[in-house]
């Protein structure tokens, strides 16, 4: 019984430090430590069904929110 308990423990303890080492081993071809490079956000492109009108406001042009205002991108 004891032993199940410490097995679940150190179970515990390793998944709660899984991301935190993950996250510092970042390393160049020479093996030492480098800054971890993040992935470029991509821009949202225009989706098909959004119109710009002669006011210069964004529409959507079909769907159920047809004629409603959006966020041009």
Same mark, same amino acid.
């Given at each position: 019984?004891?032993?199940?308990?410490? =097995? =679940?423990?150190?179970? =515990?303890?390793?998944?709660?430090?899984?991301?935190?080492?993950?996250?510092?081993?970042?390393? *160049?071809?020479?093996?030492?430590?480098?800054?971890?490079?993040?992935?470029?956000?991509?821009?949202?492109?225009?989706? =098909? *069904?959004?119109?710009?009108?002669?006011?210069?406001?964004?529409?959507?042009?079909?769907?159920?929110?047809?004629?409603?205002?959006?966020?041009?991108?």
């Amino acid at each position: 019984m004891f032993r199940k308990i410490v =097995a =679940a423990a150190a179970i =515990a303890s390793l998944m709660g430090v899984t991301p935190a080492m993950a996250a510092s081993t970042c390393r *160049n071809a020479q093996g030492k430590f480098i800054k971890c490079q993040t992935a470029p956000v991509k821009k949202k492109a225009t989706p =098909a *069904n959004v119109t710009k009108g002669k006011d210069g406001k964004c529409r959507f042009s079909s769907g159920p929110k047809k004629g409603q205002f959006t966020k041009c991108s």
